[in-house]
């Protein structure tokens, strides 16, 4: 495992001197978004910065590691496309050589050895699958390189497989990496950047997948999900403590209960796009907000100990009003923040309602 690292990927161009091996497909952008409506007043910025998108070609480059380290020919990392986790291993086999052209879209936390919770991988968390992991395969598409091979973490999820189709990503191209001491060499290693890293979220990621599940197919528009209460009722954490009491008031203003988990892409994208109000407590489904018509409403149900713009950004990609509903959580709170559960405030949620003239 080497221990030194370009923090760039441009530095790395730098020292090799090799521009061309570095193509900007977005330039860097900063972006004013409409402030979050709601009672509670706003816990970001509305400027935004998003850096700019590349893709960079090493050859001979390495992948390493089930998380899928890529390495320069001087032995170096770059850090700006990998997410760094506790490896205990210092030494790994010798590589496998690909002499074809193999593109890495993996990214994140991919430790199965860890545990046998799919959920050891950043690509199972369904927000982050179709906002940092497919949105890569954008990049190389505008870049134009012929791919032999995509490496990418072991599949387990039917969104996963439906939406690859949707994007007609070549499924027999695939290398999917699980074991630890993953370790390859490619004649010519494609790496793009990473979503994540550039600013979370930047347009162009909304705009892919957006446009790439609403256009590719016809839309059945569903007139009883105008409304509709996104629950989280089969979720380990985050979940609406006091859910019996919330349906009881947006079931009177006729708002439709769904669980989105067991839904095939086509009927999410069906619903969302028919939606006009959708109310969800804060969770990866809400990144469905992208299927919305321009002109709907998103109120997020966000717990107090999480301060997260990232379905704020979505949603004003997407045209959508976004209102933020503070919650208080569960008490006692969860040593982790990220997994307390939500405490609805039915009075409150009442006013928000009544802003949107329900």
Same mark, same amino acid.
């Given at each position: 495992?080497?221990?030194?690292?370009?923090?760039?990927?441009?530095?790395?161009?730098?020292?090799?001197?090799?521009?061309?091996?570095?193509?900007?497909?977005?330039?860097?952008?900063?972006?004013?978004?409409?402030?979050?409506?709601?009672?509670?007043?706003?816990?970001?910025?509305?400027?935004?910065?998003?850096?700019?998108?590349?893709?960079?070609?090493?050859?001979?480059?390495?992948?390493?590691?089930?998380?899928s380290y890529p390495v320069t020919p001087d032995n170096k990392r770059l850090l700006d496309v990998e997410y760094n986790c506790p490896y205990t291993e210092t030494t790994l086999p010798a590589h496998e050589y690909y002499a074809k052209t193999v593109a890495s879209v993996l990214w994140g936390w991919n430790l199965?050895?860890?545990?046998?919770?799919?959920?050891?991988?950043?690509?199972?968390?369904?927000?982050?699958?179709?906002?940092?992991?497919?949105?890569?395969?954008?990049?190389?598409?505008?870049? *134009?390189?012929?791919?032999?091979?995509?490496?990418?973490? #072991?599949?387990? &999820?039917?969104?996963? =497989?439906? !939406?690859?189709?949707?994007?007609?990503?070549?499924?027999?191209?695939?290398?999917?990496?699980?074991?630890?001491?993953?370790?390859?060499?490619?004649?010519?290693?494609?790496?793009?950047?990473?979503?994540?890293?550039?600013?979370?979220?930047?347009?162009?990621?909304?705009?892919?997948?957006?446009? *790439?599940?609403?256009?590719?197919?016809?839309?059945?528009? #569903?007139?009883? &999900?105008?409304?509709? =209460?996104? !629950?989280?009722?089969?979720?380990?954490?985050?979940?609406?403590?006091?859910?019996?009491?919330?349906?009881?008031?947006?079931?009177?203003?006729?708002?439709?209960?769904?669980v989105t988990s067991p839904m095939t892409m086509e009927e999410k994208v069906d619903i969302f796009s028919s939606a006009r109000v959708v109310i969800a407590p804060f969770g990866s489904a809400n990144?469905?907000?992208?299927?919305?018509?321009?002109?709907?409403?998103?109120?997020?149900?966000?717990?107090?100990?999480?301060?997260?713009?990232?379905?704020?950004?979505?949603?004003?990609?997407?045209?959508?009003?976004?209102?933020?509903?503070?919650?208080?959580?569960?008490?006692?709170?969860?040593?982790?923040?990220?997994?307390?559960?939500?405490?609805?405030?039915?009075?409150?949620?009442?006013?928000?309602?009544?802003?949107?003239?329900?």
């Amino acid at each position: 495992m080497p221990l030194e690292y370009y923090s760039k990927t441009k530095e790395w161009i730098s020292k090799c001197g090799f521009n061309d091996y570095y193509k900007v497909i977005y330039p860097r952008q900063t972006l004013t978004l409409p402030a979050p409506k709601g009672l509670d007043p706003p816990r970001w910025s509305q400027k935004c910065h998003f850096d700019e998108a590349f893709v960079a070609t090493i050859p001979n480059g390495r992948l390493m590691t089930s998380c899928s380290y890529p390495v320069t020919p001087d032995n170096k990392r770059l850090l700006d496309v990998e997410y760094n986790c506790p490896y205990t291993e210092t030494t790994l086999p010798a590589h496998e050589y690909y002499a074809k052209t193999v593109a890495s879209v993996l990214w994140g936390w991919n430790l199965p050895h860890l545990n046998f919770d799919k959920q050891s991988s950043t690509q199972n968390v369904y927000g982050h699958w179709f906002f940092d992991i497919l949105p890569r395969f954008h990049l190389l598409e505008r870049r *134009g390189i012929p791919i032999d091979y995509y490496v990418i973490g #072991k599949l387990h &999820y039917p969104f996963q =497989y439906e !939406s690859l189709k949707t994007l007609n990503i070549p499924m027999d191209k695939l290398i999917e990496v699980s074991k630890p001491d993953f370790h390859i060499q490619a004649r010519m290693l494609v790496v793009p950047a990473v979503p994540f890293n550039l600013g979370k979220c930047p347009p162009w990621t909304s705009e892919y997948i957006g446009n *790439g599940f609403k256009l590719n197919r016809k839309i059945h528009k #569903k007139m009883e &999900y105008e409304r509709i =209460y996104v !629950s989280r009722e089969d979720a380990s954490a985050r979940f609406v403590i006091n859910e019996e009491e919330v349906m009881q008031l947006l079931t009177k203003k006729g708002f439709k209960k769904i669980v989105t988990s067991p839904m095939t892409m086509e009927e999410k994208v069906d619903i969302f796009s028919s939606a006009r109000v959708v109310i969800a407590p804060f969770g990866s489904a809400n990144i469905n907000v992208a299927f919305c018509e321009p002109g709907a409403t998103f109120i997020e149900l966000a717990p107090n100990t999480i301060n997260d713009n990232y379905f704020w950004k979505i949603s004003c990609h997407a045209n959508v009003d976004y209102y933020e509903l503070l919650c208080d959580v569960e008490q006692p709170p969860k040593a982790h923040s990220g997994v307390d559960n939500i405490v609805v405030d039915l009075a409150k949620l009442e006013r928000y309602l009544q802003m949107i003239k329900i």
